[in-house]
Structure formats: structure tokens, C-alpha cells
Nanobody
Framework: QVQLVESGGGLVQAGGSLRLSCAAS????????MGWFRQNPGKEREFVAR????????FYADSVKGRFTISRDNAKNTVYLQMNSLKPEDTAVYYC?????????????????WGQGTQVTVSS
């Protein structure tokens, strides 16, 4: 069982930045692949970014590539999402999720545990 708690969301103007954090419980955090997703009401949850357990590989959705950066600190059991040059269309609830080492994917179904989400609102 892994518990995830996101933080760092809020209201920001277009062009601004936010850094989301996701703190995980458990002693095996470093063995998990991590992902960030987002969702708006009435829409499906969409993939944002992922990072392999070792930290050596990352992958981003085209919509955030070049603006968002995923990183992790295994010593702190925490994964981050640095979001720069934010746009109103980035407004959503952002979720972090963990997947076992043998599933490195952008698909929701690959992830076993999810956080409760943190709201990000970007005003124009």
C-alpha cells in the first residue's frame, strides 16, 4: 500500500509558475515509476508526465513539453512537477500516481495508487 499526498496547487496568472509536490509513504518509493495526470470536470483524466524509478528517463505530453519538468527526490520520497509558462488551459486538478517498475506507461491503467489531487487554476 502506498499513500500519496499532493500539494502546491493554487491560483496563478497566465505565464506564471507553480511547483507541485507529491509525498509518498512507504520505504520502497525508489522502486516505483511515477506519473502526473490532470482532469477537468466532465473530462477524462489525461496524462501529463512520467518518470522511471531510477530517474533516468522522463516523458511528457505534447501539450506540456518544454514547459513542465518532472523530478524526484528518493531520499524524501517525493516527486515534483515544475510548471512554467502556465496557460489557462492548464487549469485542472492534478494527480500523482505510482506504477510498479515493470509498467512504465502513460496509460492510467498502469498506475496502482493515486493521490487525492490538487487544484491548479490559471487565470488569463
Amino acid at each position: 500500500q502506498v499513500q500519496l499526498v499532493e500539494s502546491g496547487g493554487g491560483l496563478v496568472q497566465a505565464g506564471g509558475s507553480l511547483r507541485l509536490s507529491c509525498a509518498a509513504s512507504g520505504r520502497t518509493f525508489s522502486s516505483y515509476n511515477m506519473g502526473w495526470f490532470r482532469q477537468n470536470p466532465g473530462k477524462e483524466r489525461e496524462f501529463v508526465a512520467r518518470m522511471i524509478a531510477s530517474g533516468g528517463s522522463t516523458f511528457y505530453a505534447d501539450s506540456v513539453k518544454g514547459r513542465f519538468t518532472i523530478s524526484r527526490d528518493n531520499a524524501k520520497n517525493t516527486v515534483y512537477l515544475q510548471m512554467n509558462s502556465l496557460k489557462p488551459e492548464d487549469t485542472a486538478v492534478y494527480y500523482c500516481a505510482v506504477a510498479p517498475r515493470n509498467r512504465y506507461s502513460s496509460a492510467e491503467s498502469a498506475y496502482d495508487y493515486w493521490g487525492q489531487g490538487t487544484q491548479v487554476t490559471v487565470s488569463s
